[in-house]
């Protein structure tokens, strides 16, 4: 195996956490802003992209690579955690909303796992962290969450999040599930993905799920997320109080006058 071969246990039901265990010398990868806490003995260094050797040799090699991930959104540079203790130790990750992580073996998945942008939390070190690009023209158009998305290639063990509560569908030849583009998780190699027009001017108009959704087309497996983080916030910013007013009350009909009949007077 090029990937450390590294142990783990998720904690939680709703607000997990994975705690990894480290042998000597081992490292565990992951974006900035996931650490959640670690055991003496673990040194931490940021570096550039992944640090795998996929990312190529010399100074533009690994610039090259890390720049890439400025086309998902993420940052140029990654945190690696490597045990320098004589003895195990462990390190630990949480989730950054709530909802599920999920464990992938790339091994069992053929080496390769797609997942959306923001899904990616933490990898043994030698998981490759790059972006897939739709070869389809409508997906990118059209795709939003998908046009760009992340792939993580390797022989280790890689691990996302997801929004909400998780499901897994896996999907026989030919068979099609239809999803909404933002509540795919990520899915394996051999899935088709593409991106479909809903069609219908009602539907379009005042449907309030969008013109498109994804179609995944298998074999393979596939994991959605009943809660995007980006629905999440559409709904906080909806209820938010705007600036040099107020928000929308949700369930009342009163509005502002609820508001005083309640005690809040905004004072």
Request: charged content about 20%; hydrophobic content about 40%.
């Amino acid at each position: 195996m090029q990937a450390h071969e590294i142990d783990y246990h998720i904690y939680g039901e709703e607000m997990q956490y994975v705690e990894i265990e480290l042998d000597p010398q081992e490292i565990v990868v992951a974006e900035a802003g996931s650490f959640m806490m670690m055991d003496n003995g673990i040194k931490m260094e940021t570096i550039f992209g992944d640090g795998s050797a996929n990312q190529g040799s010399g100074i533009f090699g690994k610039l090259l690579s890390a720049g890439k991930r400025v086309l998902t959104g993420e940052s140029l540079f990654m945190t690696a955690y490597q045990n320098q203790d004589s003895g195990k130790r462990k390190v630990s990750f949480a989730s950054p909303y709530p909802g599920k992580i999920v464990a992938i073996d790339l091994m069992q998945y053929g080496g390769k796992f797609i997942c959306q942008k923001d899904s990616f939390l933490c990898a043994a070190k030698g998981v490759s962290v790059g972006i897939e690009f739709s070869k389809k023209l409508g997906t990118g158009l059209f795709g939003g969450e998908g046009f760009i998305m992340q792939k993580i290639e390797g022989d280790g063990m890689a691990f996302v999040h997801s929004g909400g509560t998780l499901a897994r569908k896996e999907l026989q030849a030919g068979e099609v599930l239809k999803v909404d583009t933002g509540c795919i998780v990520g899915f394996t190699k051999d899935i088709d993905y593409d991106i479909e027009f809903i069609g219908g001017i009602k539907n379009t108009i005042f449907g309030g799920e969008g013109m498109f959704y994804a179609t995944l087309r298998g074999p393979g497996i596939v994991y959605i997320q009943s809660l995007p983080f980006s629905r999440l916030a559409d709904r906080i910013i909806a209820a938010a109080p705007r600036a040099g007013g107020s928000g929308r009350e949700e369930g009342s009909l009163l509005g502002g006058i609820g508001r005083l009949l309640d005690g809040d007077n905004g004072f």
